[in-house]
T-cell receptor, first 114, second 111 residues
Framework: GAGVSQSPSNKVTEKGKDVELRCDPI?????LYWYRQSLGQGLEFLIY????????KSGLPSDRFSAERTGGSVSTLTIQRTQQEDSAVYLC????????????FGDGTRLSIL | DAKTTQPPSMDCAEGRAANLPCNHS???????VYWYRQIHSQGPQYIIH???NNETNEMASLIITEDRKSSTLILPHATLRDTAVYYC????????????FGTGTRLTVIP
C-alpha cells in the first residue's frame, strides 16, 4: 500500500525566502510527526499532530517555523525567512496513534538554503 | 525517555547473522524497545519493537534480557541491502510523541 509521501523531494532556495513542505500520511493514520535531520546527525523532533491539533510543538526551533494539518490528513510545514542553518532533510512520519504505534516515515524533503 | 547506547559501527559477512546490541540500563517499566534503520538517502524504516518478551517478524528478531537492561536485534541472514544505520530507541507505551534517535550503529554487510 501507499506509504508516507513528501513533496518536494528536493528544494533549493535563497536565504530569506519562505518555503512550504508537504506531507501526505498513510491513509487512516491519525498521528503525524515532523522531524529534521542535519547532515550526519540524528533526527530532531519538531512537532506532533493528533488529528488536526498539535499537542506537542516543543521541537519547533523558532517562530519562523509553523505547521498545520487539515482534514486530519495532509500537513504543511512552513519556514519563513529561511536561514542557512535551516538546511537539512525534513522528515514526516505517521502512525495509527495511541498505544504502541510504530511511526512510518517518508523519504523526506532535502532543503538547501543558498 | 531512557537513553540507549549502541556501538558506532559493525561489519557482518553477507549471509551470516548480524547481531546488533543495545544497552538501555535506565529503561522504565512502561517503555518499549523499538528498532528502526535508515538506509542512505531514505527515511527511517520501522523494524520491530518489544516490551519484555522476545519478538520475531519477517525482518528480524528482538531478544530482550530478563532485566530489560539490554537487547539484541538479529538479522538472521544479512544481505547487502541490510547495510544501514540501525537505531535502538526506548519509548513509553502511550503515544511516544516523538522518538529520540541517537547516532545508532552503522552496519556494513560485506560481500
Amino acid at each position: 500500500g501507499a506509504g508516507v509521501s513528501q513533496s518536494p523531494s528536493n528544494k533549493v532556495t535563497e536565504k530569506g525566502k519562505d518555503v512550504e513542505l508537504r506531507c501526505d500520511p498513510i491513509s487512516g493514520h491519525t498521528a503525524l510527526y515532523w522531524y529534521r535531520q542535519s547532515l550526519g546527525q540524528g533526527l530532531e523532533f519538531l512537532i506532533y499532530f493528533q488529528g488536526n491539533s498539535a499537542p506537542d510543538k516543543s521541537g519547533l526551533p523558532s517562530d519562523r517555523f509553523s505547521a498545520e494539518r487539515t482534514g486530519g490528513s495532509v500537513s504543511t510545514l512552513t519556514i519563513q525567512r529561511t536561514q542557512q542553518e535551516d538546511s537539512a532533510v525534513y522528515l514526516c512520519a505517521s502512525s495509527l496513534g495511541g498505544r504502541v504505534r510504530p511511526q512510518h516515515f517518508g523519504d523526506g524533503t532535502r532543503l538547501s538554503i543558498l | 525517555d531512557a537513553k540507549t547506547t549502541q556501538p558506532p559501527s559493525m561489519d557482518c559477512a553477507e549471509g551470516r547473522a548480524a547481531n546488533l546490541p543495545c544497552n538501555h540500563s535506565t529503561i522504565s517499566g512502561n517503555e518499549y524497545v523499538y528498532w528502526y534503520r535508515q538506509i542512505h538517502s531514505q527515511g527511517p524504516q520501522y523494524i520491530i519493537h518489544g516490551l519484555k518478551n522476545n519478538e520475531t517478524n519477517e525482518m528480524a528478531s528482538l531478544i530482550i534480557t530478563e532485566d530489560r537492561k539490554s537487547s539484541t536485534l538479529i538479522l538472521p541472514h544479512a544481505t547487502l541491502r541490510d547495510t544501514a544505520v540501525y537505531y535502538c530507541i526506548a519509548a513509553p507505551e502511550w503515544g511516544a510523541n516523538n522518538l529520540f534517535f541517537g547516532t545508532g550503529t552503522r552496519l556494513t554487510v560485506i560481500p
